[in-house]
Protein backbone atom coordinates (compact mmCIF):
# COMPACT_ATOMS: atom_id res chain seq x y z
CA UNK A 1 0.00 0.00 0.00
CA UNK A 2 -0.66 2.68 -1.40
CA UNK A 3 -0.80 1.58 -5.03
CA UNK A 4 -3.93 3.15 -6.18
CA UNK A 5 -5.93 5.77 -5.08
CA UNK A 6 -9.07 7.76 -6.60
CA UNK A 7 -8.54 11.69 -7.10
CA UNK A 8 -12.13 13.44 -8.50
CA UNK A 9 -11.76 17.05 -7.04
CA UNK A 10 -11.32 19.71 -9.64
CA UNK A 11 -7.73 21.75 -9.22
CA UNK A 12 -10.44 25.38 -7.94
CA UNK A 13 -11.17 23.01 -4.97
CA UNK A 14 -8.07 22.11 -3.93
CA UNK A 15 -7.04 25.44 -4.70
CA UNK A 16 -9.34 26.49 -1.51
CA UNK A 17 -9.02 23.64 0.57
CA UNK A 18 -5.01 23.83 0.84
CA UNK A 19 -4.73 27.63 0.31
CA UNK A 20 -2.95 27.46 -2.92
CA UNK A 21 -1.42 30.51 -4.63
CA UNK A 22 0.15 29.75 -7.85
CA UNK A 23 -0.26 26.60 -10.29
CA UNK A 24 -4.21 25.90 -10.51
CA UNK A 25 -5.40 25.58 -13.77
CA UNK A 26 -8.77 26.25 -15.24
CA UNK A 27 -10.10 27.57 -18.37
CA UNK A 28 -9.52 31.36 -17.35
CA UNK A 29 -5.85 30.74 -16.14
CA UNK A 30 -3.72 33.49 -16.40
CA UNK A 31 0.06 32.94 -17.09
CA UNK A 32 2.19 32.87 -13.71
CA UNK A 33 4.13 35.55 -12.82
CA UNK A 34 7.25 33.95 -14.70
CA UNK A 35 5.44 34.09 -17.78
CA UNK A 36 4.58 30.38 -17.81
CA UNK A 37 1.31 29.02 -18.86
CA UNK A 38 -0.50 27.30 -16.47
CA UNK A 39 -0.57 23.38 -16.76
CA UNK A 40 -3.40 21.74 -18.03
CA UNK A 41 -6.17 20.52 -15.76
CA UNK A 42 -6.34 16.94 -14.86
CA UNK A 43 -9.48 15.07 -15.75
CA UNK A 44 -10.60 13.37 -12.52
CA UNK A 45 -9.30 9.45 -11.89
CA UNK A 46 -11.10 7.26 -10.26
CA UNK A 47 -7.99 4.38 -10.36
CA UNK A 48 -4.84 6.15 -10.02
CA UNK A 49 -1.76 4.09 -10.67
CA UNK A 50 1.69 4.47 -10.73
CA UNK A 51 3.26 6.39 -13.41
CA UNK A 52 0.23 8.55 -13.66
CA UNK A 53 0.26 12.45 -13.59
CA UNK A 54 -1.20 13.75 -10.34
CA UNK A 55 -1.84 16.75 -8.49
CA UNK A 56 0.86 17.74 -5.36
CA UNK A 57 0.37 20.22 -2.94
CA UNK A 58 4.11 21.82 -2.16
CA UNK A 59 5.48 24.95 -0.99
CA UNK A 60 8.66 26.23 -2.41
CA UNK A 61 10.16 30.11 -3.49
CA UNK A 62 9.83 30.99 -6.99
CA UNK A 63 12.51 30.94 -9.39
CA UNK A 64 14.13 34.06 -9.57
CA UNK A 65 11.72 35.98 -7.98
CA UNK A 66 12.19 38.84 -5.26
CA UNK A 67 11.21 37.20 -2.61
CA UNK A 68 12.73 33.87 -1.16
CA UNK A 69 9.61 33.51 0.37
CA UNK A 70 8.10 30.04 -0.25
CA UNK A 71 4.94 29.71 -2.31
CA UNK A 72 2.26 27.41 -2.10
CA UNK A 73 1.67 26.01 -5.71
CA UNK A 74 -0.64 23.30 -7.09
CA UNK A 75 2.08 21.24 -9.46
CA UNK A 76 1.19 18.18 -11.60
CA UNK A 77 3.95 15.08 -10.92
CA UNK A 78 4.40 12.04 -11.82
CA UNK A 79 3.83 9.17 -9.25
CA UNK A 80 6.77 7.40 -8.61
CA UNK A 81 9.92 8.70 -7.35
CA UNK A 82 12.84 8.59 -9.50
CA UNK A 83 16.10 9.86 -7.28
CA UNK A 84 18.28 12.65 -8.38
CA UNK A 85 21.22 10.10 -8.80
CA UNK A 86 19.30 7.74 -10.88
CA UNK A 87 20.92 7.03 -14.26
CA UNK A 88 17.64 6.21 -15.27
CA UNK A 89 13.87 6.72 -14.75
CA UNK A 90 12.85 3.12 -14.99
CA UNK A 91 12.93 2.45 -11.36
CA UNK A 92 10.24 5.10 -10.34
CA UNK A 93 7.19 2.93 -10.33
CA UNK A 94 8.35 0.83 -8.29
CA UNK A 95 9.10 3.68 -5.59
CA UNK A 96 5.66 4.71 -5.24
CA UNK A 97 5.57 4.31 -1.48
CA UNK A 98 8.14 5.34 1.80
CA UNK A 99 8.01 3.94 4.51
CA UNK A 100 7.72 6.37 7.43
CA UNK A 101 10.04 4.29 10.11
CA UNK A 102 12.72 4.56 7.79
CA UNK A 103 12.28 7.59 5.09
CA UNK A 104 15.03 9.22 6.93
CA UNK A 105 17.54 7.16 6.19
CA UNK A 106 16.98 5.59 3.18
CA UNK A 107 19.07 6.75 -0.19
CA UNK A 108 16.02 7.17 -2.25
CA UNK A 109 14.01 9.48 -0.13
CA UNK A 110 16.15 10.79 3.12
CA UNK A 111 16.98 14.34 0.90
CA UNK A 112 13.75 14.57 -0.44
CA UNK A 113 12.10 13.86 3.04
CA UNK A 114 14.90 17.04 4.50
CA UNK A 115 13.87 19.94 1.71
CA UNK A 116 10.83 18.22 -0.37
CA UNK A 117 7.32 17.52 1.20
CA UNK A 118 4.60 17.77 -0.49
CA UNK A 119 1.03 16.72 -0.20
CA UNK A 120 -0.96 14.29 -2.65
CA UNK A 121 -4.78 15.32 -2.21
CA UNK A 122 -6.85 12.00 -2.57
CA UNK A 123 -11.01 11.14 -2.20
CA UNK A 124 -9.77 7.95 -0.49
CA UNK A 125 -7.80 4.71 -1.59
CA UNK A 126 -8.41 1.30 -2.75
CA UNK A 127 -7.01 -1.84 -0.65
CA UNK A 128 -7.59 -5.94 -1.56
CA UNK A 129 -8.08 -8.16 0.64
CA UNK A 130 -7.55 -12.36 -0.19
CA UNK A 131 -10.40 -14.54 -0.57
CA UNK A 132 -9.95 -17.46 2.48
CA UNK A 133 -9.91 -20.41 0.26
CA UNK A 134 -7.01 -18.46 -2.01
CA UNK A 135 -5.04 -17.44 0.63
CA UNK A 136 -4.93 -21.10 1.75
CA UNK A 137 -3.66 -22.09 -1.60
CA UNK A 138 -1.45 -19.25 -1.37
CA UNK A 139 0.09 -20.33 2.10
CA UNK A 140 0.10 -24.32 0.90
CA UNK A 141 2.68 -22.85 -2.29
CA UNK A 142 -0.18 -24.03 -4.80
CA UNK A 143 0.14 -22.07 -8.40
CA UNK A 144 -3.23 -20.56 -8.17
CA UNK A 145 -3.81 -16.65 -8.52
CA UNK A 146 -5.99 -15.49 -5.56
CA UNK A 147 -9.23 -14.16 -5.88
CA UNK A 148 -8.93 -10.44 -4.04
CA UNK A 149 -11.57 -8.39 -2.61
CA UNK A 150 -11.34 -4.70 -2.98
CA UNK A 151 -12.11 -2.26 -0.63
CA UNK A 152 -12.43 1.57 -0.74
CA UNK A 153 -11.20 3.33 2.44
CA UNK A 154 -11.94 7.39 2.58
CA UNK A 155 -12.23 10.15 5.69
CA UNK A 156 -15.46 8.88 7.49
CA UNK A 157 -16.99 12.73 7.30
CA UNK A 158 -15.82 13.03 3.10
CA UNK A 159 -13.30 15.23 3.16
CA UNK A 160 -10.10 14.93 1.59
CA UNK A 161 -7.60 12.73 2.25
CA UNK A 162 -3.98 14.22 2.57
CA UNK A 163 -1.55 11.71 2.20
CA UNK A 164 1.98 12.93 3.34
CA UNK A 165 4.37 12.76 -0.20
CA UNK A 166 7.56 13.59 -1.09
CA UNK A 167 9.16 14.86 -4.42
CA UNK A 168 12.28 15.07 -6.37
CA UNK A 169 13.54 16.57 -9.31
CA UNK A 170 15.41 14.10 -11.80
CA UNK A 171 17.54 15.36 -15.28
CA UNK A 172 17.51 13.13 -18.00
CA UNK A 173 20.78 13.84 -19.36
CA UNK A 174 20.10 12.94 -22.93
CA UNK A 175 17.99 15.35 -23.51
CA UNK A 176 19.08 19.31 -24.33
CA UNK A 177 18.16 21.96 -21.22
CA UNK A 178 15.53 23.24 -23.49
CA UNK A 179 13.84 20.16 -23.94
CA UNK A 180 10.31 19.88 -22.40
CA UNK A 181 10.96 16.63 -21.09
CA UNK A 182 14.39 17.43 -19.73
CA UNK A 183 13.63 17.71 -16.47
CA UNK A 184 11.06 15.04 -14.37
CA UNK A 185 9.14 15.90 -10.96
CA UNK A 186 8.20 12.55 -9.67
CA UNK A 187 6.75 11.86 -6.03
CA UNK A 188 5.92 9.12 -3.68
CA UNK A 189 3.32 8.62 -1.07
CA UNK A 190 4.49 7.62 2.85
CA UNK A 191 2.79 4.66 4.51
CA UNK A 192 2.70 3.91 8.11
CA UNK A 193 1.42 0.70 9.88
CA UNK A 194 -2.57 0.45 9.38
CA UNK A 195 -4.65 1.57 12.48
CA UNK A 196 -6.24 -1.76 14.49
CA UNK A 197 -8.85 0.79 16.35
CA UNK A 198 -12.25 -0.04 14.63
CA UNK A 199 -12.80 2.40 11.77
CA UNK A 200 -15.60 5.38 12.55
CA UNK A 201 -17.86 3.70 10.08
CA UNK A 202 -17.48 -0.28 8.97
CA UNK A 203 -19.04 -2.25 6.22
CA UNK A 204 -21.58 -4.61 7.04
CA UNK A 205 -19.77 -7.96 6.30
CA UNK A 206 -15.98 -7.61 6.40
CA UNK A 207 -13.51 -5.84 8.77
CA UNK A 208 -13.30 -3.99 11.49
CA UNK A 209 -10.31 -1.95 10.96
CA UNK A 210 -7.75 -0.86 8.43
CA UNK A 211 -5.07 -3.26 9.74
CA UNK A 212 -8.06 -6.30 8.99
CA UNK A 213 -7.87 -5.12 5.63
CA UNK A 214 -3.94 -4.45 5.03
CA UNK A 215 -1.08 -4.04 7.85
CA UNK A 216 0.35 -0.74 6.13
CA UNK A 217 -1.79 2.57 5.36
CA UNK A 218 -0.79 5.57 3.28
CA UNK A 219 -0.07 8.50 6.03
CA UNK A 220 -2.77 10.91 6.23
CA UNK A 221 -2.17 14.46 7.30
CA UNK A 222 -5.14 16.61 9.27
CA UNK A 223 -5.14 20.12 8.76
CA UNK A 224 -3.41 21.40 12.02
CA UNK A 225 0.01 19.38 10.36
CA UNK A 226 -0.26 20.79 6.46
CA UNK A 227 1.62 24.00 7.49
CA UNK A 228 4.33 22.15 9.29
CA UNK A 229 5.14 19.14 6.87
CA UNK A 230 5.27 21.81 3.66
CA UNK A 231 7.55 24.29 5.52
CA UNK A 232 10.45 24.06 3.34
CA UNK A 233 12.49 25.84 6.47
CA UNK A 234 12.33 22.46 8.32
CA UNK A 235 15.11 20.19 7.55
CA UNK A 236 16.38 18.84 10.53
CA UNK A 237 15.32 14.51 10.11
CA UNK A 238 14.54 14.59 14.17
CA UNK A 239 11.99 17.17 14.17
CA UNK A 240 10.31 16.27 11.04
CA UNK A 241 9.59 12.54 12.12
CA UNK A 242 7.57 13.95 14.33
CA UNK A 243 5.46 14.88 12.12
CA UNK A 244 4.96 11.33 11.00
CA UNK A 245 2.60 9.88 13.72
CA UNK A 246 -0.27 8.34 12.37
CA UNK A 247 -3.64 10.73 12.66
CA UNK A 248 -5.91 10.72 15.24
CA UNK A 249 -8.01 7.09 15.47
CA UNK A 250 -11.86 6.74 14.51
CA UNK A 251 -11.87 9.20 11.37
CA UNK A 252 -11.90 6.61 8.66
CA UNK A 253 -14.74 4.50 6.85
CA UNK A 254 -14.34 1.56 4.27
CA UNK A 255 -16.04 -0.12 2.11
CA UNK A 256 -16.44 -2.83 -0.82
CA UNK A 257 -16.25 -1.78 -4.54
CA UNK A 258 -16.45 -3.52 -7.50
CA UNK A 259 -13.47 -6.15 -8.64
CA UNK A 260 -14.08 -3.53 -11.96
CA UNK A 261 -11.19 -1.29 -10.11
CA UNK A 262 -8.89 -3.83 -10.32
CA UNK A 263 -8.21 -3.58 -14.16
CA UNK A 264 -6.67 -0.13 -14.03
CA UNK A 265 -8.02 0.44 -17.31
CA UNK A 266 -11.74 0.87 -16.20
CA UNK A 267 -12.18 4.11 -15.12
CA UNK A 268 -15.43 6.45 -13.72
CA UNK A 269 -17.10 7.37 -10.47
CA UNK A 270 -19.17 3.49 -10.51
CA UNK A 271 -15.46 2.24 -9.44
CA UNK A 272 -16.78 3.96 -5.77
CA UNK A 273 -20.19 2.90 -5.80
CA UNK A 274 -20.31 0.87 -2.29
CA UNK A 275 -21.59 -2.70 -2.62
CA UNK A 276 -24.32 -4.66 0.11
CA UNK A 277 -21.78 -7.02 0.15
CA UNK A 278 -18.47 -7.73 -1.06
CA UNK A 279 -18.12 -9.68 -4.52
CA UNK A 280 -15.46 -12.13 -3.35
CA UNK A 281 -15.31 -13.87 -0.27
CA UNK A 282 -13.03 -12.70 2.42
CA UNK A 283 -12.00 -14.14 5.69
CA UNK A 284 -14.87 -12.55 7.61
Known sequence: MCGRYAASRRPEDLAGIFGVELGV???????????????ETLEPDYNVAPTKEVYAVLDRPLKDADSPRPVRQLRRLKWGLVPSWAKTPEGGARMINARAETVHEKPAYRRAFAARRCILPADGYYEWVTGAQERDLEVEGRKKRPRKQPYFVLPADGSVFAMAGLYEFWRDRTLPDDHPRAWWVTCSVITTEAEQTPLAVAPAEGPRSLAEIHPRMPLMLT??????????SRTDPDDLRGLLAPPPAGLMRAYPVSTAVSNVRNNGPELLKELEAPEEGTLF
Not at 25 to 39: F, I, L, N, Q, V
Not at 223 to 232: E, G, I
Open 25 to 39: PSERAEPDPRGREPE
Open 223 to 232: PDRWDAWLDP
